[in-house]
């Protein structure tokens, strides 16, 4: 009897958008330390104000990744000019409760987060009666479940108005050839809606990935969650939260 086979493991597409030009947004409630993260990382110096909403206009720099392959290369070839990966980083205005619906300055910032491939999400875990937070007191879990909830919801009105632009060409008008992209938002609507789960939360297949790829949903991009966490915090290794 000969050897098993070995099991050859489905290469599934990257759900989001893949290429070497990439944005990422920094989100979170308003005064948890998203500009002063953008400042550090970026080498900038924009305003970092103890109030809400001290960025309206989001604040973009690009910043060099480092790479110790290309490093090696530029070392070992010695070219005329060096030009090494960029990633475009994206100061963005802090969401609060009902950003979805318009409250704060919310739409116009959540469809600059739509522009983004990817997201750091800055939550402050840190107690400081000079720092104001929007919400009265620090709860970085219920400030994470807020900023979540109001990014499901912006998608949850972009598949709605999808899936009917697609019911009256799809079902009504028997457009055969978009049936797959139908039923996939379908799928996705069911998951987004009813039982409340974000896009890359789900097993998706191949197929759907492709298809989810080109409608670019907030839920769907990849995300660092960043604690803002006090100085002490950091060297015990150790927070209430």
């Known amino acids: 009897m000969g050897p098993k086979k070995a099991e050859v493991v489905e290469q599934k597409p990257l759900i989001g958008r893949v290429g070497t030009n990439l944005k990422i947004g920094i989100v979170g409630c308003p005064n948890v330390g998203k500009s002063t993260f953008f ?9 970092a104000e103890n109030f809400p909403f001290c960025t309206i206009d989001p604040n973009e720099s690009r910043v060099a990744v480092p790479d110790g392959r290309f490093d090696y290369l530029c070392e070992y ?31 116009a910032f959540l469809s600059h987060i739509k522009a983004c491939d990817a997201i750091f999400h800055v939550c402050r875990a840190f107690d400081d009666t000079e720092v104001i937070h929007v919400d009265g007191e620090v709860n970085p879990v219920r400030d994470i479940e807020t900023i979540s909830e109001e990014l499901r919801l912006k998608d949850e009105e972009y598949i709605l108005a999808n899936c009917d632009k697609l019911e009256k060409t799809v079902i009504r008008g028997g457009d055969k050839k978009g049936k797959p992209e139908y039923d996939c938002l379908q799928k996705a609507k069911a998951h987004l809606i009813d039982q409340k789960q974000l896009i890359r939360m789900v097993d998706w297949s191949s197929t759907d990935i492709e298809i989810l790829n080109k409608h670019l949903f907030i ?23």
């Open 219 to 241: 839920t769907a991009k990849p995300i660092i969650y960043l604690v803002n966490l006090s100085e002490k915090d950091y060297i015990r290794k150790k927070n209430k939260w």
């Open 39 to 47: 400042n550090v990382l970026t080498k900038s110096a924009i305003p």
């Open 77 to 107: 070839h010695k070219p005329a000019s060096k030009v090494p990966a960029f990633l475009n980083v994206v100061d963005i205005a802090g969401l609060v409760k009902g950003a979805a619906s318009g409250q704060g300055l919310g739409n």
